[in-house]
């Protein structure tokens, strides 16, 4: 009879755009026995996970949930609950999420309609003014923090245009939620989405999810069904709401995880955490550019918790990549799509946001790129990171 080793693996510090480290409390969490999705204590955990879920949002919505999967999952949820053949759905696009999100709208038979900036640029809102002026979509969607550009996205002024247009505003926030100001409410948002493997420190499995009353008007005025039963919000809302009543079993481990990080989350404070991660990645950015390496986001809009930098020519993306990690126990992220093999993506997301972690990833950077050819004056990244925290 063949015998299997229990499962170990390295205790990684993970600088790439997702997952982030977790914090011990959440692990142990995850240890807590298990009770029935319908007990009467895991329902007294879905109320308090709900009302911490709406203070990180920055909304009042009554739909308020994680909804069982990952940050795909909500992607798809936050579509495909509102989008029936023949809508119209104008989708912003710089970057792979967005490309996803055009994806999904034509699997809902709706009319996709593009806008599209060059990776690593926002989307400029007189380019929705636009095009909302020659087409009447239902939804309009956006992505906050692009995770393959590094690009965070003014959400005001389109929140604006697009509540005068009438359409329903749609955002991911899969990197940004508690690494950057979401404001749903302020913005004017109807739909937005997240992922728990970014800044909220919690292991993938859940998508945070708010659906507005715009929204969910929308979805009960469908004139068919969802083409999702697994996501159908007419049913979910069901279990979240009074009537508790039943339509999957809920990940009930991933919830106590998921409760455990909001309130580490809301302890440290949101104002005091979203300084964190702008403080550590001034730092970054910093000591990246002291080392005359490239950043690839527009200036002015770079997200403090995901940055973008350019591969000096005759380095090796992989080799770079696989010492970090097997010499320096860290992980890092290759680019994707246009950025593929000419940038690296670095992530500074909740737990993995720290200045030991800002001096670790320079320093070994230093050693690793003058190792390969590239000229680094020694030092120069350590003393420019080491300046913007006096």
Same mark, same amino acid.
């Given at each position: 009879?063949?015998?299997?080793?229990?499962?170990?693996?390295?205790?990684?510090?993970?600088?790439?755009?997702?997952?982030?480290?977790?914090?011990?409390?959440?692990?142990?969490?995850?240890?807590?026995?298990?009770?029935?999705?319908?007990?009467?204590?895991?329902?007294?955990?879905?109320? #308090?996970?709900?009302?911490?879920?709406?203070?990180?949002?920055?909304?009042?919505?009554?739909?308020?949930?994680?909804?069982?999967?990952? *940050?795909?999952?909500?992607?798809?949820?936050?579509?495909? /609950?509102?989008?029936?053949?023949?809508?119209?759905?104008?989708?912003?696009?710089?970057?792979?999420?967005?490309?996803?999100?055009?994806?999904?709208?034509?699997?809902?038979?709706?009319?996709?309609?593009?806008?599209?900036?060059?990776?690593?640029?926002?989307?400029?809102?007189?380019?929705?003014?636009?095009?909302?002026?020659?087409?009447?979509?239902?939804?309009?969607?956006?992505? !906050?923090?692009?995770?393959?550009?590094?690009?965070?996205?003014?959400?005001?002024?389109?929140? #604006?245009?697009?509540?005068?247009? *009438?359409?329903?505003?749609?955002?991911?926030?899969?990197?940004?939620?508690? *690494?950057?100001?979401?404001?749903?409410?302020? !913005?004017?948002?109807?739909? &937005?989405?997240?992922?728990? #493997?970014? &800044?909220?420190?919690?292991?993938?499995?859940?998508?945070?999810?708010?659906?507005?009353?715009?929204?969910?008007?929308?979805?009960?005025?469908?004139?068919?069904?969802?083409?999702?039963?697994?996501?159908?919000?007419?049913?979910?809302?069901?279990?979240?709401?009074?009537?508790?009543?039943? !339509?999957?079993?809920?990940?009930?481990?991933?919830?106590?995880?998921?409760?455990?990080?909001?309130?580490?989350?809301?302890?440290?404070?949101?104002?005091?955490?979203?300084?964190?991660?702008?403080?550590?990645?001034?730092?970054?950015?910093?000591?990246?550019?002291?080392? =005359?390496?490239?950043?690839?986001?527009?200036?002015?809009?770079?997200?403090?918790?995901?940055?973008?930098? =350019?591969?000096?020519? =005759?380095?090796?993306?992989?080799?770079?990549?696989?010492?970090?990690?097997?010499?320096?126990?860290?992980?890092?992220?290759?680019?994707?799509?246009?950025?593929?093999?000419?940038?690296?993506?670095?992530?500074?997301?909740?737990?993995? &946001?720290?200045?030991? /972690?800002?001096?670790?990833?320079?320093?070994?950077?230093?050693?690793?790129?003058?190792?390969?050819?590239?000229?680094?004056?020694?030092?120069?990244?350590?003393?420019?990171?080491?300046?913007?925290?006096?």
């Amino acid at each position: 009879m063949t015998s299997y080793e229990p499962v170990q693996t390295s205790n990684r510090i993970l600088m790439g755009p997702g997952p982030s480290n977790v914090h011990p409390r959440v692990l142990t969490a995850m240890a807590t026995p298990l009770v029935g999705h319908l007990d009467p204590e895991f329902l007294a955990i879905m109320d #308090q996970t709900q009302e911490m879920l709406r203070e990180l949002f920055g909304t009042t919505n009554r739909l308020t949930i994680p909804v069982s999967g990952t *940050g795909s999952s909500g992607m798809e949820a936050a579509l495909c /609950n509102v989008l029936e053949p023949g809508d119209e759905a104008l989708i912003c696009v710089n970057g792979v999420f967005g490309e996803r999100m055009s994806d999904i709208v034509g699997r809902c038979g709706a009319e996709l309609i593009r806008i599209d900036a060059p990776w690593g640029r926002i989307i400029p809102p007189e380019e929705v003014k636009a095009a909302l002026q020659q087409c009447n979509p239902k939804v309009v969607a956006i992505v !906050h923090a692009e995770t393959s550009t590094g690009i965070l996205q003014p959400l005001t002024e389109i929140g #604006q245009l697009v509540r005068e247009h *009438g359409a329903l505003f749609l955002v991911d926030t899969v990197t940004s939620l508690a *690494g950057a100001h979401v404001g749903v409410d302020e !913005h004017l948002i109807d739909i &937005c989405y997240s992922g728990t #493997q970014k &800044c909220l420190s919690c292991p993938p499995g859940l998508a945070p999810i708010t659906f507005g009353p715009r929204a969910l008007e929308a979805i009960h005025r469908r004139k068919t069904k969802v083409q999702s039963w697994y996501l159908d919000m007419t049913m979910i809302e069901r279990y979240w709401g009074e009537d508790r009543s039943y !339509h999957h079993t809920a990940p009930i481990s991933m919830a106590y995880a998921f409760n455990e990080a909001l309130r580490i989350i809301l302890t440290e404070g949101l104002e005091t955490r979203y300084a964190r991660h702008e403080r550590h990645s001034a730092a970054l950015k910093a000591g990246l550019t002291a080392m =005359g390496l490239e950043l690839l986001a527009q200036e002015g809009y770079r997200a403090p918790m995901l940055t973008t930098v =350019g591969i000096p020519d =005759g380095v090796e993306d992989l080799v770079i990549r696989r010492r970090l990690l097997q010499e320096y126990n860290l992980e890092l992220g290759g680019g994707l799509g246009d950025f593929k093999g000419k940038a690296w993506r670095v992530g500074l997301m909740g737990e993995s &946001c720290t200045q030991s /972690n800002v001096f670790l990833l320079l320093s070994a950077l230093e050693k690793l790129l003058s190792e390969s050819g590239y000229t680094v004056q020694p030092g120069a990244s350590l003393s420019a990171a080491a300046e913007t925290y006096l």
